[in-house]
């Protein structure tokens, strides 16, 4: 019994030498009317002190994992979550001109399955390199949109931001006139004389015109 307990007193002695970073630490070990102890201080008086080493832990190196071994990537990663919707654009087509003076674009949008807007999930579009607009209708009409070629992003995030769909892209090109001509056009209409209400010159009659 008292082996038992000498062992269970060796065990928790070492543990907690390991515990506290002592792992090289010297350890000794003394009997007293039969009893033995454990310190790692040596004991004044005492006499047959055995001094034990204790051995060196060994060590390892933090493990790096490498994706590609698990065949997990972060590509397989964004095609599994862009399987949530099919996000598609029916307008603007490919190329496709819009003409006016307000520059005016029409956008819409088609979604299989239905957009969950109650559980957060919204369309996120952007005009070239704009930060992105939100909307949960497949039908949005942007406003003075300058002349030019232009791309369209589109793609479909969760509230946390969280890609939904893949992101898809179609160019456009807005035709109107430039803001020099509309501004040119403006100062011309203003300058044109007013003849309406105009009264005719007094005492200036028109000859009656030659009988056939």
């Known amino acids: 019994m008292t082996d038992r307990v000498n062992r269970v007193i060796w065990i928790l002695t070492v543990s907690f030498a390991l515990t506290h970073n002592v792992a090289n630490a010297e350890i ?3 009997e007293v009317d ?20 204790l051995k060196k832990l060994s060590t390892h190196s933090p493990v790096t994992v490498n994706l590609s071994q698990t ?5 397989r990663i964004k095609k599994d979550v862009s399987k949530t919707y099919g996000l598609g654009i029916t307008s603007p087509v490919a190329n496709q001109n819009f003409n006016g003076h307000a520059g ?5 949008f088609s979604i299989t399955p239905k957009l969950k807007s109650g559980a957060g999930h919204v369309i996120q579009y952007r005009i070239d390199e704009q930060s992105y607009s939100e909307s949960i209708e497949l039908e949005v009409t942007l406003d003075n949109i300058d002349r030019g070629a232009h791309q369209l992003f589109a793609k479909i995030v969760d509230n946390q931001g ?3 769909s893949a992101e898809i892209s179609v160019p456009f090109n807005v035709q109107r006139p430039s803001s020099l001509i509309l501004q040119n056009l403006k100062n011309t209409n203003s300058a044109a004389p007013n003849l309406s209400g105009a009264k005719p010159v007094p005492g200036i009659t028109a000859p009656p015109a030659n009988p056939k």
């Open 28 to 30: 000794y070990k003394w």
């Open 34 to 53: 039969g009893k033995v102890h454990y310190s790692d201080r040596p004991q004044i008086g005492v006499h047959k002190v055995k001094k034990l080493k």
């Open 71 to 75: 065949h997990i990537t972060p590509e």
């Open 104 to 108: 005016n674009v029409t956008l819409r």
């Open 162 to 164: 969280i890609d939904l």
